[in-house]
T-cell receptor, first 116, second 115 residues
Framework: GAVVSQHPSWVICKSGTSVKIECRSL??????MFWYRQFPKQSLMLMAT?????????EQGVEKDKFLINHASLTLSTLTVTSAHPEDSSFYIC????????????FGPGTRLTVL | DQQVKQNSPSLSVQEGRISILNCDYT??????FLWYKKYPAEGPTFLIS?????DKNEDGRFTVFLNKSAKHLSLHIVPSQPGDSAVYFC??????????????FGTGTRLKVLA
């Protein structure tokens, strides 16, 4: 199957700093990438849908100015958590889709963010 | 409002027996359903899917059943193996206005297969 990588796999930062997480599709071009967040023992919550070259579509309740998404190419999307606070600590997972429509999403391994 | 629900947070099954994981949904617009498997500190991996025009889809040891009238789907794993121990998420999708399909995930069921 297609491979999606995320970097870093884990990060610890101080409150008030910004953290950038990269999501790359390694062996395919992703027309759409998705960013999810997972709290312990909870579901994966979709944060935003990102299409290459256009603005991301954020889900209700997700602050677009706090979670900046850039999808600069067909193989790279970045999520920047700005002015991070301890409540932003979570497991962030991206996924990428090969084509439009119902095609399968391939998930990255996730990034564990801890804000002190 | 949790549109996709997995009411059993955990399940233990003896090796060789059948594992049945259940999922309920509330949105009648959902027309495509998937099951994902997730190990700790890893991203989910796709297992099997089913379209609403079917009521059953089988792939090796994995079978997904869909009951549209009950808004219920289930994943059967038979025979269960210790390597199947993981968290299983069901997901549902419906078209949105832009034509993009997005997934709504359930809360997951942790399956433990005992040797």
């Amino acid at each position: 199957g297609a491979v999606v990588s995320q970097h870093p796999s884990w990060v610890i930062c101080k409150s008030g700093t910004s953290v950038k997480i990269e999501c790359r599709s390694l062996d395919f071009q992703a027309t759409t990438m998705f960013w999810y967040r997972q709290f312990p023992k909870q579901s994966l919550m979709l944060m935003a849908t990102s299409n290459e070259g256009s603005k991301a579509t954020y889900e209700q309740g997700v602050e677009k100015d706090k979670f900046l998404i850039n999808h600069a190419s067909l193989t790279l999307s970045t999520l920047t958590v700005t002015s991070a606070h301890p409540e932003d600590s979570s497991f962030y997972i991206c996924s990428a889709r090969v084509a439009s429509g119902r095609s399968e999403q391939f998930f990255g391994p996730g990034t564990r963010l801890t804000v002190l | 409002d949790q549109q996709v629900k997995q009411n059993s947070p955990s399940l233990s099954v003896q090796e060789g027996r059948i594992s049945i994981l259940n999922c309920d949904y509330t949105n009648s617009m959902f027309d495509y359903f998937l099951w994902y498997k997730k190990y700790p500190a890893e991203g989910p991996t796709f297992l099997i899917s089913i379209s609403s025009i079917k009521d059953k889809n089988e792939d090796g040891r994995f079978t997904v059943f869909l009951n549209k009238s009950a808004k219920h789907l289930s994943l059967h794993i038979v025979p269960s193996q210790p390597g199947d121990s993981a968290v299983y998420f069901c997901a549902a999708s419906a078209p949105v206005t832009s034509g993009t399909y997005k997934y709504i995930f359930g809360t997951g069921t942790r399956l433990k297969v005992l040797a």
